[in-house]
């Protein structure tokens, strides 16, 4: 089992809608989580990270952390075209293998 | 200028040549990651530094060696390169203060035939 697995994807989202992405983990011990939003051809920046259970909201993106399932989730409200990209999932230095994003306009 | 910076930024060699992969920052981070990147395969980790005497294999280091020089820079060489090293290479550095959030360079994309 990875340590990190993300939902495979692509995912195709109309612009407005909300997009969706899910992530678990293996390691219960586990205090930091982070999302990494990657465009074609970029580097990884930063879009949020969580450590504590619950809700972290940030503009148009929420992040839900369940450490007792061992899941962290991102929602993106009202999905727009700039939004279509590779979003990464990472516990600390460990990354996901990514999942696609395409906002149809 | 980048915060964190890698050198070259394109490189084709040949199977059985050494390639060194250099990254700098001015970030002022301790820890300092090597990683590479395939399609569909997401970020996989070298090898990591936390400080200038501290270095760490990640989850693929075999065929791979690194050198810390000081706390900005932190080398990634391949001792003989082989096809399946071509891939797409990144350093980050990250920041203990912001529970290790990473920043990454640009990426360095090695061919090796």
Known sequence: QKEVEQNSGPLSVPEGAIASLNCTYSDRGSQSFFWYRQYSGKSPELIMFIYSNGDKEDGRFTAQLNKASQYVSLLIRDSQPSDSATYLCAVKERFGAGTTVTVRA | ?113
Not at chain 2, 45 to 55: G, M, Q
Request: hydrophobic share 30%; glycine share 8%; net charge positive.
């Open chain 2, 1 to 113: 200028d980048a915060d964190v910076t890698q050198t070259p930024r394109n490189r084709i060699t040949k199977t059985g040549k050494r390639i060194m992969l250099e990254c700098s920052q001015t970030k002022g981070h301790d820890r300092m990651y090597w990683y590479r990147q395939d399609p569909g395969l997401g970020l996989r980790l070298i090898y990591y530094s936390f400080d200038v005497k501290d270095i760490n294999k990640g989850e693929i280091s075999d065929g791979y060696s690194v050198s810390r020089q000081a706390q900005a820079k932190f080398s990634l060489s391949l001792e003989s390169a082989i096809p399946n090293q071509t891939a797409l290479y990144f350093c980050a550095t990250s920041d203990a203060l912001v529970r290790e959030t990473q920043y990454f360079g640009p990426g360095t994309r090695l061919l090796v035939l």
